[in-house]
């Protein structure tokens, strides 16, 4: 019960167990880089591929349509997070634990569309097309993603 080909869709079923099997793990990564946290990174994860399933009849390509769905999943977390701390500045903070390398630390700074433009770039090694169909925007918009969110993360590291 291989998923054939990375967005092939075989029976309802067993082609959604597949693809579970499949990308589980990459899109935790993916997540986990979007968020910092493995636990909201599951959790956005999990409740993406449940997003997969209601949707399977519509989807042409499962997995793109799971990517932009953690990608999307990862951005509404960020935009709650924020309305939180907003809202809470003495209750809830956003501190990075000791253990996270310099370069999650960095990319933690970094503004939600140039992390993501980042991460899937470098990371997911996704071509500007798809990026941009992730993020909702024009490739020309990923470009410039990518260029600032690399000078900033150099000014960070250096």
């Given amino acids: 019960m291989t998923l054939e080909g990375a967005d092939a869709r075989p029976s309802a079923d067993r082609s959604v167990g597949g693809l579970y099997r499949a990308q589980y793990q990459p899109m935790v990564r993916l997540a986990y880089l979007l968020t910092g946290s493995q636990a909201t990174a599951e959790d956005l994860v999990q409740d993406s591929f449940v997003q997969v399933q209601r949707n399977w009849d519509h989807v042409r390509e ?24 907003a809202r809470f500045p003495d ?68």
Avoid at 121 to 130: G, L, Q, S
């Fill in 62 to 85: 499962p997995v793109a349509y799971l990517r932009t769905t953690v990608v999307n999943a990862a951005r509404a977390h960020h935009r709650r997070a924020g309305r939180e701390r």
């Fill in 91 to 158: 209750l809830v903070t956003a501190t990075v634990a000791p253990e996270t390398p310099i370069v999650l630390d960095a990319l933690a700074s970094l503004p939600y569309r140039q992390r993501a433009a980042l991460v899937l770039k470098f990371y997911e090694d996704r071509p500007e097309a798809e990026i941009a169909d992730a993020l909702g925007c024009r490739p020309a918009t990923v470009r410039s993603l990518v260029h600032r969110g690399l000078a900033t993360l150099r000014k960070v590291i250096t």
